[in-house]
């Protein structure tokens, strides 16, 4: 799986992929500009994995950027963690609390069910954050880590989640 949080709503964009790479990365940050065409700038923060920092990556984005100069979509800005600081990004929470809710101690009878299941586990983080905004991480999603804030402090990755 793919995906992103966008920070200020706590929504999850995700998409299933069959491996982690750059071509993931680039179709993750089309589906984000499509999504948030109406915003000036996206920006992307993620950890140091090499699909995160690649040039091909780096290159899509200029040539995003170069696209859009005349208003036709946001621009995208890149801010990456420092190596070895996965622990500082919040997402690990959000998928901590997923894996900890339905994937742990799970028996799906195929690949689908399982997929359905986080696609409703998602659906359903996302509606709870539109309607309740400040309580982000806390009534319905207590197993997360941490509160999907960011903050220096959070350990965002658990350590028994690979």
């Given amino acids: ?6 920070l200020s709503g706590n929504q999850v964009t995700h998409f299933y992929s069959g491996k982690k790479n ?11 500009v499509e999504k ?12 140091a994995a090499s ?3 690649s040039k091909r990556l780096c290159q899509r984005v200029e040539e995003h950027n170069v ?8 621009m995208v800005e890149t801010a990456p963690l420092p190596s070895g600081a996965q622990f500082l990004n919040v997402i690990e929470s959000v998928f901590s609390g997923m894996a ?12 689908d069910d399982a997929k359905m299941a986080i696609n409703r586990y998602f659906a359903n983080r996302n509606a709870h954050f539109v309607q309740h905004p400040k ?5 319905i ?11 220096e402090a959070n350990n965002c990755k658990d350590p028994r989640y690979r």
Avoid at 67 to 74: A, E, I
């Fill in 1 to 6: 799986m793919t995906a992103a949080l966008e």
């Fill in 22 to 32: 750059t071509a993931e990365m680039i179709r993750m940050m089309e589906l984000l």
């Fill in 36 to 47: 948030y065409h109406g915003r000036r700038k996206l920006y992307l923060s993620w950890d």
């Fill in 51 to 53: 699909w995160h920092i």
């Fill in 67 to 74: 696209s859009v100069l005349g208003g036709g979509g946001p």
């Fill in 100 to 111: 900890r809710s339905i994937i742990h101690n799970s028996d799906y009878k195929t690949l």
């Fill in 135 to 139: 309580r982000a991480g806390r009534k």
């Fill in 141 to 151: 999603w207590g197993k997360e880590r941490q509160v999907a804030d960011f903050s």
